[in-house]
């Protein structure tokens, strides 16, 4: 018993040492008035997490976050079909959502890929790669291509 608590406690206990051990109980137990009270001080829950993070994991672990930091601004946006298409109809081509909200986009992807068909792709027959190639480049690429034809007759 004693081992299986001093491995959870990361601690060496014995006998001898266990009446050495001083627990502070107010910081282990918490009322729901002093947890309401320290979540009234936040109205971010970003900030509240990081300044209270064992807090926040022990809400977490007892699933009580949302009851807790439900008036809290979260920013992250959790997305329905609605709110999705409603984005979406916003852009006219895919690579515009994908810089202009890349969460929607996943979110679409993963549920409602259906969504995705309506958006233009950007044409790539317009796009002309030798264009940027010197005459002199473009020269020894053709003479090069030529030479392993020739290579390849005999």
Known sequence: MLNDIGNHCKMILTKKNLSKIIINYEKVIIDKRDIE?????????????K????????????????????RM??????WTYNSVKDTIDKY????????????AYQFCKRYFPFLLKNLKRKDRSKIRLGK???QETKDKISLSVRGNKNAKKH
């Open 51 to 70: 300044t209270n993070i064992d807090l926040y994991n022990k809400l977490c672990r007892l699933k009580l976050l949302d009851f807790f930091t439900l």
């Open 37 to 49: 009270a320290i979540c009234s001080k936040y109205t971010l829950l970003e900030d509240f997490r």
């Open 132 to 134: 940027t190639l010197s």
């Open 73 to 78: 601004k979260r920013k992250n946006v959790r």
């Open 92 to 103: 006219e081509y895919i690579h515009e959502l994908i810089k202009g909200n890349w969460g």
